[in-house]
């Protein structure tokens, strides 16, 4: 019996973007769950088109806890006597990943192109000229609103422009700032000291948004060389839409056969 994967997306995005994922996962016999974060939950159009009065509230420790709620459920709601699910995050899911498994809530986990915890930098134009523009704070709570352009530019800058806007139209949302603001602070920060499980860090060497470079010193950054490996692997000439552009099938399939190298780690 194949184990639970809680798939959790990243900022300006939501579910939908792991459709493909669920649908591969799930096919090779994995319970596949992929929730929302608050405020995210619908078609993305409609959300661009009408956002959630309460989106300019949300923070990030609202967003950890939502999600750290469906990862217990998905492990039968106690994780102490019932099997950790495998945790597969993108971007601030990412993120994510790592503090449950700082927490010790996940079997398994794969960081894809993640936020990288306790401040971790690097010297990047595109990586400051992003966190710069979202996390002003002369912008106060307003709402970051993804254009077509800035999409393309910044999210999925491999695509063409055709392809780019299909993209933006059928998964973009907008978003909170007080999101990324959250990721740069105390609910950003992890020991990286502890015994962990097995992480495979996943990076996209043209990402305008997390740096290659920061994705591999995050992953190196993890001191368990006893009981928990911290991988990592850059795929070439792929964006921070990693999980959505034409080749997801090739991550998708790299990271099934590493969560099948892994089953033995997986029992509680």
């Not at 990862?71 to 945790?87: D, L, Q, Y």
Request: aromatic share 10%; glycine share 6%.
């Amino acid at each position: 019996m194949k184990k639970t994967i809680v798939f959790i997306h990243g900022m300006f995005q939501n579910s939908k973007s792991w459709d493909n994922w669920v649908a591969y996962f799930t096919e090779r016999g994995y319970n596949c769950v992929a929730p929302s974060w608050p405020d995210h939950a619908g078609d993305p159009e409609r959300l661009k088109n009408n956002p959630p009065a309460t989106l300019c509230d949300l923070m990030l420790e609202d967003v950890i806890n939502a999600m750290e709620a469906e990862v217990i459920a998905a492990g039968g709601n106690n994780v102490e006597i019932n099997e950790k699910p495998i945790i597969i995050g993108h971007s601030v899911g990412g993120l994510l990943a790592q503090i449950f498994v700082n927490r010790n809530l996940a079997s398994l986990a794969v960081p894809v192109c993640p936020v990288a915890p306790n401040m971790m930098m690097t010297l990047d134009w595109p990586f400051f000229k992003n966190v710069a523009a979202i996390a002003n704070p002369f912008k106060g709570d307003e709402p970051f609103k993804q254009t077509p352009e800035g999409f393309h530019e910044a999210f999925c800058n491999t695509l063409d422009e055709a392809a780019a806007r299909i993209a933006y139209t059928e998964t973009a949302t907008h978003d909170s700032r007080n999101v990324l603001r959250g990721c740069l602070g105390p609910n950003g920060h992890i020991d990286l000291d502890l015994p962990h499980v097995p992480l495979l860090f996943i990076s996209a060497k043209e990402d305008q948004i997390i740096p290659t470079e920061l994705v591999e010193k995050n992953s190196k950054a993890y001191t368990d060389d006893v009981s928990g490996e911290a991988s990592f692997h850059e795929f070439e000439g792929r964006s921070h839409y990693i999980c959505g552009e034409p080749g997801w099938e090739e991550v998708a399939s790299y990271v099934h056969n590493w969560l099948e190298m892994h089953q033995v780690h997986t029992a509680v």
